[in-house]
């Protein structure tokens, strides 16, 4: 199995059940601690987020499955060399047309997120099962070359937890800049295609009205109102409480060959 550990922003923080003297190891069937004197960072060099996007964004659309697997196997070879911001324009097995852009570009793969929300209503305490389901409506050309992301976040109690998955929703840190980022701002950074405020708005579903959106990001500072870091219809950040339904993105890795 292949396993992606994203760059974080450098910053010390405590992971639940470290002692001091470990550090995170991460790998698709889970995780395990090691000794600190063990430790050899990775370095991460991104290929296309550090760039300025392209004036015109290309979208590719694949209409039938026979072309999503093709479109797929030549993004994954480099045969079509993608920029951040260009589009891959899909249909989910019920039928839904999604807008996948690239957002950032590693070595070995590729981080893609719905320029939209997906037309499914969810509220953050169901997430998970929100993305399994999400998930089983990606066509299969697509869907066997993701690979498994393991996300940190911070649950309720204010703990880091590890959490692989194919699928992930993006942390607020990484869609508004620090200075309007109200949740926890620590694992993650902002990302260079999320500082041009109009790629933080999304609407409900593609074609839709602009939505206030779920971020995974809980806010803990104020456990007991049980708040959920959410995106307003604007760009900015704000706090939803997570019983009410909201629309969420989807984000994965597509393993480059």
Not at 25 to 40: H, L, M, N, Y
Not at 122 to 127: G, I, P
Request: glycine residues 6%; aromatic residues 10%.
């Amino acid at each position: 199995m292949f396993a992606v550990i994203e760059k974080t922003t450098g910053k010390h923080f405590n992971v639940y059940g470290m002692e001091k003297g470990q550090f995170l190891i991460g790998t698709a069937k889970g995780f395990t601690f090691r000794d600190v004197s063990e430790f050899k960072p990775i370095e991460y060099k991104t290929t296309v987020s550090d760039k300025e996007p392209p004036s015109e964004r290309k979208v590719y659309k694949a209409p039938t499955e026979k072309d999503l697997e093709s479109l797929i196997g030549s993004v994954r070879t480099s045969k079509i060399k993608l920029n951040m911001g260009d589009i891959i324009t899909i249909r989910l097995l019920n039928g839904e047309e999604v807008d996948l852009v690239e957002v950032e570009e590693f070595g070995s793969t590729i981080r893609f997120e719905s320029r939209d929300c997906i037309g499914l209503m969810t509220s953050a305490v169901s997430l998970p099962a929100f993305l399994n389901k999400i998930y089983a409506q990606l066509p299969d050309s697509l869907a066997r070359h993701i690979g498994t992301t393991l996300r940190l976040s911070l649950d309720e109690t204010g703990c880091f937890r590890v959490r692989p998955s194919k699928l992930f929703v993006p942390a607020i840190s990484e869609i508004v800049p620090p200075t309007d980022c109200l949740g926890n701002n620590i694992t993650y950074k902002q990302l260079e295609w999320y500082k041009d405020r109009t790629n933080r708005i999304r609407s409900a579903q593609k074609g839709g009205e602009k939505c206030w959106y779920f971020t995974e990001t809980t806010f803990v500072d104020y456990t007991a109102a049980r708040l959920q870091c959410s995106v307003k219809r604007d760009g900015s950040s704000g706090l939803t409480h997570v019983d009410d339904l909201r629309y969420a993105p989807i984000a994965f890795h597509l393993i480059k060959v």
